[in-house]
């Protein structure tokens, strides 16, 4: 029997490769910041700190709620799958609201072509939502198997992983990027 599962060994090297990834991006973001005379350039809407606050508090409940749903597993409890949908609700509206997000701050001139901070803006928080829907992606597969009464543990963990990857790495991507 492995030491580490299977499932949860190529999750933890894709988080390993994807954390290079976003550190590079991030790495590229804070030096054109430190070299522009003036930031946020110009001409460009401020980035909607407080309510983004508010949601990043949101993704960090859904990171409690599989903790949760982890402990139930672990323990044989029912109502993991309950915590489970918790994390999956709470991961969706973060997603759903970084959207709306999205949404009004085009309505308001930052595109992707406008500046460098909009550039940069929809390129991380946009690689950063395609992480967060894949992983929802793989919660409400593992969701649907745990209704169906399946208890395999690995693949929670390896959905863990990638979750936490995600929660984790947003509040480093507000304080960079938003502050």
């Known amino acids: 029997m492995p030491i580490i599962p299977n499932g949860v060994l190529g999750m933890l090297l894709f988080v390993t ?3 290079i990834l976003f550190g590079g991006m991030i790495s590229g973001f804070l030096i054109i910041k430190a070299s522009a005379p003036i930031w946020p ?7 909607p700190i407080e309510a983004t606050a508010a949601n990043t508090v949101v993704l960090l409940l859904s990171g409690v709620a599989l903790y949760l749903a982890h402990r139930r597993i672990q323990s044989h409890k029912e109502g993991a799958e309950k915590a489970l949908l918790a994390a999956v609700l709470l991961g969706s509206f973060f997603v759903l609201f970084q959207g709306y ?3 009004q701050l085009i309505h ?4 992707l072509t406008s500046s460098s901070l909009g550039s940069f803006f929809y390129l991380i928080v946009g690689m950063h939502a395609i992480h967060a829907i894949a992983a929802l992606g793989f919660m409400v597969y593992t969701y ?3 209704r169906a009464g399946w208890r395999a543990k690995n693949q929670l963990f390896a959905v863990e992983v ?4 995600v929660v984790g790495l947003w ?3 507000y304080a960079v990027v938003y502050l």
């Open 41 to 47: 350039p110009p001409g460009q809407p401020r980035l």
């Open 144 to 146: 649907s198997r745990l």
């Open 17 to 19: 490769t994807e954390t």
């Open 171 to 173: 509040p480093l991507i």
């Open 101 to 103: 997000e999205w949404v």
């Open 108 to 111: 308001e001139g930052l595109t």
């Open 162 to 165: 990638l979750w936490y990857f």
